[in-house]
T-cell receptor
């Protein structure tokens, strides 16, 4: 069975500082990996995804993530935090061979706070 | 980009009543839509998969008679919470999978969510 672990339910950084949100997964097959952002009382917006190819994936709003198979990780980073980055971030995994991207397994989420 | 709209965004109802939540894909067709439930400060849990023109597939532990799903067209799925009780209060989110229209095939787009409060 697949699972996703997000280390740290709450991360706080200063504006301009590096953002690092950790995500580890377990899967018996190479997975599809996703990062979503959720603003208060809103749905989810896709930040980036890894399916195949380059392991360093660039997404929207300056975020990027690197798929490291040996570490079963897909950590999300941004070089310089902005106040508008404050939100809840979810890592998700999908079974590559499952055929349905709807079978997303979500992590518990990490709330990012950005201090002025 | 693709837009998925949910309505209503917030609803308050009395215990015992039924509430319908709509999920629409505004600029693309979606043969498959998904319904999730999110408890406070927790992750999303897939409730059911809604397929246009056929019965929904429910996840284990989700009562299909309580959470009625209808996928009447390629752009609309509805979730009806029947005989709602306070424990049904939650944030319900839908997503739709694009199958055409120039969008990345299979990519999921999420609605804004609907917050249900049952008094």
């Amino acid at each position: 069975a697949q699972s996703v672990t997000q280390l740290g339910s709450h991360v706080s950084v200063s504006e301009g500082a590096l953002v690092l949100l950790r995500c580890n997964y377990s899967s018996s097959v190479p997975p599809y990996l996703f990062w979503y952002v959720q603003y208060p009382n809103q749905g989810l917006q896709l930040l980036l995804k890894y399916t195949t190819g380059a392991t360093l994936v660039k997404g929207i709003n300056g975020f990027e993530a690197e798929f490291k198979k040996s570490e079963t990780s897909f950590h999300l980073t941004k070089p310089s935090a902005h106040m508008s980055d404050a939100a809840e971030y979810f890592c998700a995994v999908s079974d590559r061979y499952g055929g349905s991207q709807g079978n997303l397994i979500f992590g518990k989420g990490t709330k990012l706070s950005v201090k002025p | 980009g693709a837009v998925v709209s949910q309505h209503p965004s917030r609803v308050i109802c009395k215990s015992g009543t039924s509430v319908k939540i709509e999920c629409r894909s505004l600029d693309f067709q979606a043969t498959t839509m998904f319904w999730y439930r999110q408890f406070p400060k927790q992750s999303l849990m897939l409730m059911a998969t809604s397929n246009e023109g056929s019965k929904a597939t429910y996840e284990q532990g989700v009562e299909k008679d309580k959470f009625l799903i209808n996928h009447a067209s390629l752009t609309l799925s509805t979730l009806t919470v029947t005989s709602a009780h306070p424990e049904d209060s939650s944030f319900y989110i839908c997503s739709a999978r694009a199958v055409s229209g120039g969008l990345p095939d299979g990519e999921l787009f999420f609605g804004e969510g609907s917050r249900l409060t049952v008094l």
